[in-house]
C-alpha cells in the first residue's frame, strides 16, 4: 500500500520516484523535505481544478502552506484554502520552470482512503505510470470503441443508461482498451450537455462496478465555439473521463484558418482538465481538414495536446505526425477499420472504429496478431473487416444499430430526426455482414 502523510514534510512508505517519474526523477530518502513536498502537492490541486485524487493513501494534517491559496475549492476533500504567498512558503509552482507533460489530471486508486482530517470518497484504479499527456491513465495500443448512445423508445427517447453501462462492460470483457462516449456513432449532436455528462458517469461507474479500472473513457467534446468546447471538458473531466476528443469548429468554414484552429485548440487545452485529443474528420465537419503540418504544429503548441484521431483515411498524413513524435509524447490513432492494418503499418498505435460494436473480438484479434508479428493472419482478417465495415459507413448510426439489435438483443431506435433501418438497409445489412458476424460468434 502507498501511503502519503502531508504535514510540514511527507513521509512515503514506497519509491514514490515509481508513481511520478516526471515529477520526482530520483528515488530520495524515505523523509522528504517539505518543498518537494508541497510541489507534488501543487500539481495535482492547482492544475487539476477538479477532484484531488492520489494513487495512495491520503492523510491531511492540520497544515495549509498559504501559497495553496489561489482560491482553489476540493470538492473531494471539501477542503478550501485563501490568502496569498509568505515569504517563508515554499515557492509555487507557476514561479517554477520545466512544465511536467502528465501533471494535470488526479491519479485515482482503488486502495481505501486511510483517515484523513477531512471528508473524502473511494476512487477508482489507475495506471500510476502516466507519461502522455494530463491524464493518468495511459493511452496504449490496441482498440477502442466509440460506442453508441441508447435510447429508451418513449415519447422523450430518453437515456437508456442501463443498456449504455451493459454495452461498455462487454466491450471491455472482449478486450477492448477504451471506450469512447460521445463520439460521432453517438449521435452526439442529439445530446444536451446534462446527457453527456450522465453517459460519461455511468460509463466510468460501470466498468469500475465489473473491475475494468484500467479501461480508459474518452469524450467527445468538439462544439461550434471554444467556450462550448471547454465546457464540455470540464464536464468530461468532472465525470470521470480520462481524455477528450476534440473536433474543430467548422460551422463557418470559409472563416476557419490554420490560426483560428491553432487557437481553438490552445485555448482547450489550456482549460481542459485532462488531455486534449484533436480529432480530424472532414466528412462530418464541412470539410475541414487540418492537415499533417498543422496538426503537429498543434501538439507542439501545448503539452495538454496528446493525441489525435484521424478520420481522414489519409495514411500518409498519419505516417508523418506519427513519425515526428514519440507514442509518449503524442499517441496517433486511426478512426476507421479498413485502415487499421495501413495504420499500424504508418505508426499508429491504436484504431477508434464504429464496427468495434459490431464485432469488437475481431478486432482484438486482430491487433493482437499484428502485434504478436503474424502479419499474414492480421491481414486477412484486417481485409474481412474492411469488407464488412463498408455497409456500415454507407448506413452509420441506423445500419449500426440494427445489426446490433439483430445480434446482441440491443440497439434500439436513432434519436430523432434519423429513423430506423428501412427494408433495402436491412437486406443489404443482413447480406453483407453474415460472415463476420458468424466469424465474431466463433470466437
Request: net charge neutral.
Amino acid at each position: 500500500m502507498y501511503a502519503l502523510s502531508l504535514s510540514h514534510h511527507v513521509h512515503f512508505s514506497t519509491n514514490i520516484a515509481s508513481i511520478f517519474p516526471r515529477v520526482l526523477p530520483t528515488a530520495g530518502p524515505p523523509l522528504l523535505q517539505h518543498d518537494l513536498a508541497f510541489s507534488v502537492l501543487w500539481v495535482l490541486v492547482t492544475d487539476r481544478r477538479g477532484e484531488l485524487s492520489l494513487s495512495f493513501d491520503v492523510s491531511v494534517v492540520n497544515y495549509q502552506p498559504a501559497w495553496l491559496a489561489q482560491s482553489v475549492e476540493r470538492e473531494t476533500l471539501n477542503l478550501k484554502v485563501c490568502g496569498g504567498c509568505a515569504p517563508t512558503d515554499p515557492a509555487p509552482p507557476n514561479q517554477r520552470t520545466g512544465p511536467v507533460r502528465g501533471a494535470r489530471n488526479p491519479i485515482r486508486s482503488s486502495i481505501p482512503w486511510g483517515k484523513s482530517s477531512v471528508n473524502h470518497k473511494q476512487l477508482p484504479t489507475m495506471s500510476p505510470a502516466a507519461t502522455n499527456g494530463s491524464s493518468a491513465r495511459k493511452l496504449v495500443s490496441g482498440v477502442y470503441v466509440p460506442v453508441t448512445t441508447f435510447f429508451k423508445d418513449d415519447a422523450d427517447q430518453s437515456l437508456d443508461l442501463e443498456t449504455q453501462k451493459k454495452h461498455s462492460v462487454y466491450l471491455a470483457q472482449c478486450g477492448c482498451k477504451g471506450i469512447v462516449v460521445q463520439g460521432s456513432t453517438a449521435e452526439a449532436v442529439f445530446l444536451t450537455r446534462e446527457e453527456r455528462a450522465q453517459i460519461t458517469r455511468a460509463t466510468r461507474q460501470a466498468l469500475d462496478e465489473a473491475g475494468f479500472h484500467d479501461t480508459l473513457v474518452i469524450s467527445g467534446c468538439g462544439y461550434l465555439s471554444t467556450k462550448q468546447t471547454i465546457d464540455y471538458c470540464q464536464d468530461a473531466g468532472k465525470e470521470g473521463a480520462d481524455y477528450v476528443l476534440v473536433l474543430p469548429p467548422s460551422y463557418y468554414p470559409m472563416l476557419t484558418t490554420k490560426e483560428i484552429l491553432k487557437q481553438y485548440y490552445q485555448d482547450v487545452a489550456e482549460a481542459s482538465p485532462i488531455g486534449v485529443m484533436v480529432y480530424n474528420f472532414p466528412g462530418i465537419m464541412n470539410g475541414v481538414d487540418m492537415d499533417s503540418d498543422l496538426i503537429i504544429d498543434i501538439a507542439s503548441s501545448n503539452k495538454n495536446i496528446v493525441g489525435c484521431k484521424l478520420t481522414c483515411s489519409s495514411v500518409g498524413k498519419m505516417t508523418r505526425i506519427a513519425a515526428t513524435f514519440s507514442q509518449e509524447e503524442f499517441f496517433v490513432m486511426s478512426g476507421a477499420t479498413d485502415l487499421f492494418i495501413s495504420s499500424l503499418m504508418a505508426g499508429a498505435e491504436a484504431a477508434i472504429t464504429g464496427m468495434g460494436n459490431i464485432a469488437p473480438k475481431t478486432l482484438v484479434k486482430c491487433h493482437r496478431l499484428w502485434a504478436e508479428g503474424n502479419y499474414k493472419e492480421a491481414k486477412k482478417l484486417g481485409q474481412m473487416l474492411s469488407k464488412a465495415e463498408y455497409p456500415i459507413l454507407k448506413h452509420f448510426i441506423p445500419g449500426s444499430k440494427y445489426v446490433m439489435d439483430k445480434y446482441y438483443g440491443y440497439g434500439g431506435k436513432p434519436r430523432r430526426p434519423l429513423l430506423p433501418a428501412g427494408k433495402e438497409m436491412i437486406q443489404e445489412l443482413d447480406e453483407k455482414l453474415k460472415g463476420i458476424m458468424e466469424y465474431e460468434k466463433s470466437l
